[in-house]
Protein backbone atom coordinates (compact mmCIF):
# COMPACT_ATOMS: atom_id res chain seq x y z
CA UNK A 1 0.00 0.00 0.00
CA UNK A 2 2.64 2.38 0.93
CA UNK A 3 4.29 1.84 -2.22
CA UNK A 4 1.66 2.23 -4.34
CA UNK A 5 0.57 5.48 -3.13
CA UNK A 6 3.84 7.27 -2.10
CA UNK A 7 6.78 5.58 -4.65
CA UNK A 8 4.35 5.15 -7.30
CA UNK A 9 6.69 2.19 -8.64
CA UNK A 10 10.33 3.23 -6.87
CA UNK A 11 12.61 1.15 -5.68
CA UNK A 12 11.04 0.26 -1.81
CA UNK A 13 14.44 2.18 -0.14
CA UNK A 14 14.15 5.97 -0.69
CA UNK A 15 14.07 9.31 0.70
CA UNK A 16 11.50 12.24 0.57
CA UNK A 17 11.31 15.27 1.71
CA UNK A 18 8.51 16.27 4.43
CA UNK A 19 7.89 19.11 7.19
CA UNK A 20 7.11 18.38 10.36
CA UNK A 21 8.14 20.02 13.47
CA UNK A 22 10.73 18.09 16.35
CA UNK A 23 9.09 14.62 17.11
CA UNK A 24 5.89 15.89 17.27
CA UNK A 25 4.15 12.56 16.17
CA UNK A 26 0.27 14.18 15.49
CA UNK A 27 2.42 16.68 13.34
CA UNK A 28 4.12 13.69 11.98
CA UNK A 29 0.66 11.96 11.29
CA UNK A 30 -0.25 15.09 9.15
CA UNK A 31 2.78 15.09 6.81
CA UNK A 32 2.02 11.62 5.90
CA UNK A 33 -1.16 11.70 5.39
CA UNK A 34 -0.39 15.19 3.20
CA UNK A 35 1.86 13.05 1.28
CA UNK A 36 0.05 10.37 0.60
CA UNK A 37 -2.92 11.90 -0.49
CA UNK A 38 -6.87 11.76 0.02
CA UNK A 39 -7.92 8.92 2.11
CA UNK A 40 -5.16 7.88 3.91
CA UNK A 41 -4.91 6.91 7.13
CA UNK A 42 -2.28 6.48 9.72
CA UNK A 43 -2.99 4.47 12.15
CA UNK A 44 -0.05 5.08 14.50
CA UNK A 45 3.27 6.93 14.93
CA UNK A 46 5.60 5.88 17.69
CA UNK A 47 9.64 6.23 18.56
CA UNK A 48 11.09 3.44 16.87
CA UNK A 49 13.18 2.81 19.82
CA UNK A 50 16.62 2.74 17.09
CA UNK A 51 18.88 5.32 14.83
CA UNK A 52 16.22 8.26 15.84
CA UNK A 53 13.41 6.71 13.88
CA UNK A 54 9.67 7.53 14.63
CA UNK A 55 7.52 3.99 13.27
CA UNK A 56 4.31 5.19 11.15
CA UNK A 57 1.92 2.22 10.48
CA UNK A 58 -0.66 3.04 7.83
CA UNK A 59 -2.51 -0.02 6.47
CA UNK A 60 -0.25 -2.85 8.25
CA UNK A 61 2.61 -1.19 6.62
CA UNK A 62 5.26 0.70 8.30
CA UNK A 63 7.55 2.99 7.15
CA UNK A 64 10.52 5.45 9.17
CA UNK A 65 11.08 8.97 9.52
CA UNK A 66 13.26 11.36 11.21
CA UNK A 67 12.16 13.29 14.38
CA UNK A 68 11.41 16.26 12.12
CA UNK A 69 10.06 14.08 9.17
CA UNK A 70 12.48 15.67 6.91
CA UNK A 71 12.72 12.17 4.74
CA UNK A 72 10.37 8.91 4.80
CA UNK A 73 12.05 5.51 4.83
CA UNK A 74 10.94 2.22 3.40
CA UNK A 75 12.61 -0.90 3.64
CA UNK A 76 13.24 -3.64 6.43
CA UNK A 77 15.84 -2.25 9.68
CA UNK A 78 18.30 -5.51 9.75
CA UNK A 79 19.91 -6.02 13.83
CA UNK A 80 23.41 -6.44 12.85
CA UNK A 81 23.91 -8.09 16.19
CA UNK A 82 20.93 -10.47 15.61
CA UNK A 83 20.36 -10.40 12.19
CA UNK A 84 16.56 -9.97 13.00
CA UNK A 85 14.57 -8.36 11.34
CA UNK A 86 13.01 -5.79 13.35
CA UNK A 87 10.50 -4.18 10.64
CA UNK A 88 9.03 -7.76 9.96
CA UNK A 89 9.13 -8.55 13.85
CA UNK A 90 6.96 -5.43 14.16
CA UNK A 91 4.76 -6.00 11.38
CA UNK A 92 4.15 -9.61 12.62
CA UNK A 93 2.90 -7.73 15.96
CA UNK A 94 0.84 -5.10 14.19
CA UNK A 95 -0.81 -8.06 12.55
CA UNK A 96 -1.55 -10.48 15.65
CA UNK A 97 -5.73 -10.08 16.26
CA UNK A 98 -7.50 -11.38 19.26
CA UNK A 99 -8.21 -15.21 18.07
CA UNK A 100 -11.55 -15.25 20.54
CA UNK A 101 -12.87 -12.23 19.15
CA UNK A 102 -13.20 -13.99 15.71
CA UNK A 103 -17.49 -14.47 14.62
CA UNK A 104 -17.05 -18.57 14.66
CA UNK A 105 -20.74 -18.44 13.83
CA UNK A 106 -20.11 -17.36 10.25
CA UNK A 107 -17.48 -19.72 9.61
CA UNK A 108 -17.63 -23.74 8.38
CA UNK A 109 -16.33 -25.54 11.30
CA UNK A 110 -14.81 -29.10 11.06
CA UNK A 111 -13.57 -30.92 14.00
CA UNK A 112 -11.38 -33.93 13.93
CA UNK A 113 -10.50 -36.48 16.51
CA UNK A 114 -11.08 -34.74 20.20
CA UNK A 115 -11.04 -30.97 18.31
CA UNK A 116 -8.65 -29.91 21.11
CA UNK A 117 -6.35 -28.01 18.57
CA UNK A 118 -7.86 -24.79 17.13
CA UNK A 119 -7.09 -22.55 14.03
CA UNK A 120 -8.38 -20.51 11.45
CA UNK A 121 -8.35 -19.80 8.01
CA UNK A 122 -10.10 -17.24 5.25
CA UNK A 123 -9.88 -19.02 1.95
CA UNK A 124 -11.69 -18.41 -1.57
CA UNK A 125 -13.70 -21.00 -3.45
CA UNK A 126 -11.32 -20.34 -6.51
CA UNK A 127 -8.13 -20.02 -4.79
CA UNK A 128 -5.44 -22.71 -6.17
CA UNK A 129 -3.10 -22.51 -2.88
CA UNK A 130 -6.15 -23.31 -0.63
CA UNK A 131 -7.44 -26.00 -2.56
CA UNK A 132 -3.63 -27.19 -1.91
CA UNK A 133 -4.31 -26.70 2.06
CA UNK A 134 -7.15 -28.65 1.77
CA UNK A 135 -5.44 -31.68 0.72
CA UNK A 136 -2.82 -30.65 3.25
CA UNK A 137 -4.99 -30.74 5.96
CA UNK A 138 -6.51 -34.00 5.34
CA UNK A 139 -3.70 -35.85 7.34
CA UNK A 140 -4.49 -33.48 10.38
CA UNK A 141 -6.14 -35.33 13.53
CA UNK A 142 -7.38 -33.76 17.03
CA UNK A 143 -8.01 -30.38 15.32
CA UNK A 144 -10.81 -27.90 14.49
CA UNK A 145 -10.47 -25.84 11.78
CA UNK A 146 -12.99 -22.62 11.20
CA UNK A 147 -12.62 -22.14 7.42
CA UNK A 148 -14.02 -18.35 6.91
CA UNK A 149 -15.29 -18.05 3.00
CA UNK A 150 -13.80 -15.27 1.74
CA UNK A 151 -14.94 -14.81 -1.74
CA UNK A 152 -12.81 -12.21 -3.35
CA UNK A 153 -10.98 -13.28 -6.32
CA UNK A 154 -13.99 -13.55 -8.83
CA UNK A 155 -17.85 -13.35 -8.88
CA UNK A 156 -18.64 -17.23 -8.97
CA UNK A 157 -16.54 -17.22 -5.66
CA UNK A 158 -19.43 -15.35 -4.17
CA UNK A 159 -22.04 -17.70 -5.80
CA UNK A 160 -19.67 -20.15 -4.31
CA UNK A 161 -19.28 -19.15 -0.75
CA UNK A 162 -23.13 -18.91 -1.05
CA UNK A 163 -23.85 -22.44 -2.03
CA UNK A 164 -21.38 -24.02 0.39
CA UNK A 165 -22.49 -21.91 2.82
CA UNK A 166 -26.63 -22.63 2.31
CA UNK A 167 -25.64 -26.59 1.77
CA UNK A 168 -27.18 -28.58 4.82
CA UNK A 169 -23.80 -29.82 5.45
CA UNK A 170 -21.03 -27.27 5.15
CA UNK A 171 -18.08 -28.83 5.75
CA UNK A 172 -18.76 -31.43 3.58
CA UNK A 173 -19.90 -29.36 0.61
CA UNK A 174 -16.39 -27.33 1.26
CA UNK A 175 -14.31 -30.35 1.16
CA UNK A 176 -16.32 -32.45 -1.83
CA UNK A 177 -15.68 -28.60 -4.19
CA UNK A 178 -12.01 -27.69 -2.45
CA UNK A 179 -10.79 -31.84 -3.08
CA UNK A 180 -13.13 -33.35 -5.81
CA UNK A 181 -14.21 -30.41 -7.75
CA UNK A 182 -17.61 -31.09 -7.01
CA UNK A 183 -20.06 -27.94 -7.37
CA UNK A 184 -22.20 -27.40 -4.33
CA UNK A 185 -26.00 -27.33 -5.40
CA UNK A 186 -27.72 -23.95 -6.04
CA UNK A 187 -29.40 -22.97 -2.52
CA UNK A 188 -30.25 -19.59 -1.28
CA UNK A 189 -30.30 -18.46 2.30
CA UNK A 190 -29.32 -16.04 4.89
CA UNK A 191 -25.20 -16.10 3.98
CA UNK A 192 -22.83 -14.38 6.06
CA UNK A 193 -21.08 -14.12 3.03
CA UNK A 194 -20.55 -9.84 3.03
CA UNK A 195 -19.99 -10.07 6.24
CA UNK A 196 -17.39 -12.30 6.02
CA UNK A 197 -15.83 -9.72 3.13
CA UNK A 198 -16.45 -6.63 5.53
CA UNK A 199 -14.16 -8.60 8.29
CA UNK A 200 -11.31 -9.97 6.15
CA UNK A 201 -10.55 -6.13 5.35
CA UNK A 202 -11.30 -4.98 9.16
CA UNK A 203 -8.24 -7.35 9.22
CA UNK A 204 -6.29 -6.72 6.89
CA UNK A 205 -6.30 -10.08 5.07
CA UNK A 206 -4.68 -9.82 1.68
CA UNK A 207 -5.04 -12.86 0.35
CA UNK A 208 -6.17 -16.80 0.07
CA UNK A 209 -5.28 -18.67 1.93
CA UNK A 210 -4.47 -16.70 5.35
CA UNK A 211 -3.98 -19.04 8.30
CA UNK A 212 -5.11 -17.47 11.85
CA UNK A 213 -3.82 -18.98 15.03
CA UNK A 214 -4.91 -19.55 18.89
CA UNK A 215 -2.20 -16.75 20.02
CA UNK A 216 -3.37 -14.00 17.16
CA UNK A 217 -0.86 -14.76 15.08
CA UNK A 218 -1.15 -14.82 11.34
CA UNK A 219 0.90 -16.80 8.29
CA UNK A 220 -0.18 -15.26 4.91
CA UNK A 221 -0.23 -17.97 1.95
CA UNK A 222 -0.11 -21.78 1.88
CA UNK A 223 2.14 -23.72 4.31
CA UNK A 224 2.27 -27.19 5.01
CA UNK A 225 0.87 -29.18 7.65
CA UNK A 226 4.36 -29.82 9.20
CA UNK A 227 4.33 -26.06 9.60
CA UNK A 228 1.14 -25.88 11.17
CA UNK A 229 1.78 -28.52 13.27
CA UNK A 230 4.25 -26.34 14.68
CA UNK A 231 2.96 -22.99 14.53
CA UNK A 232 0.06 -24.34 16.66
CA UNK A 233 2.02 -25.64 19.14
CA UNK A 234 4.46 -22.04 19.51
CA UNK A 235 0.73 -20.71 19.85
CA UNK A 236 0.33 -22.97 22.58
CA UNK A 237 -2.21 -24.97 20.82
CA UNK A 238 -0.34 -27.79 19.79
CA UNK A 239 -1.70 -30.40 21.63
Partial sequence: MIKRALLGGLAALCFFAAHAENGDTAEIKKV???SFGKGTKVDSVRDAGFLGLYEVVVGGDVLYTDKKANYFLLGDVIDAKSRKNLTEERKNKLAQIKFSDLPFDMAVKQVRGNGKRIFATFEDPHCGYCKKLAHELQGMTDVTIYTFLFPILSPDSSEKA????????????W????????EPAAAKCDAPTDKVVALGRRLNVRGTPTIFFTDGSRVPGFIPAAQIEQTMAKAGNGG
Fill in 32 to 34: VEA
Fill in 175 to 182: NDWMLNGV
Fill in 162 to 173: RNIWCAHDKAKA
